[in-house]
């Protein structure tokens, strides 16, 4: 079955960085645009970012532009968010999900989903 592991996440101070690793296996991942979600405590669930199958095209949420990098092996079946100038509002639990379509941003659109690392910026 399909499977995707995020990893990477953790405790860091404001304008600290983190990377975040989002293993996937049971499917073919290069045919799947895969990005980035968060959701913190008593809010939806938010799109951060996400990227093409080719790694071609990135999309970013504008709360993360300029600080966020979304990026993907698709030899290792990987993909990476490096979140730098963390602030306190990215505290969240991170997500990783897949996708066939391009151009979601909807999490509802989205087919297969890890179960979340936590990502806690203090001030």
């Known amino acids: 079955q399909v499977q995707l592991v995020e990893s990477g996440g953790g405790l860091v101070q404001a304008g600290g960085s983190l990377r975040l690793s989002c293993a996937a296996s049971?499917?073919?991942?290069?045919?799947?645009?895969v990005g980035w979600f968060r959701q913190a405590p008593g809010k939806e669930r938010e799109f951060v970012a996400s990227?093409?199958?080719?790694?071609?095209?990135?999309r970013y949420a504008d709360s993360v532009k300029g600080r966020f990098t979304i990026s993907r092996d698709n030899a290792k079946n990987t993909m990476y968010l490096q979140m730098s100038s963390l602030k306190p509002e990215d505290t969240a639990v991170y997500y990783c999900?897949?996708?066939?379509?391009?151009?979601?941003?909807?999490?509802?659109?989205?087919?297969?989903w890890g179960q979340g690392t936590q990502v806690t910026v203090s001030s």
């Open positions: 999900a897949a996708d066939t379509d391009w151009g979601q941003i909807q999490a509802e659109k989205f087919d297969y």
């Open positions: 049971g499917l073919t991942f290069s045919n799947y645009v």
């Open positions: 990227i093409s199958r080719s790694a071609r095209r990135t």
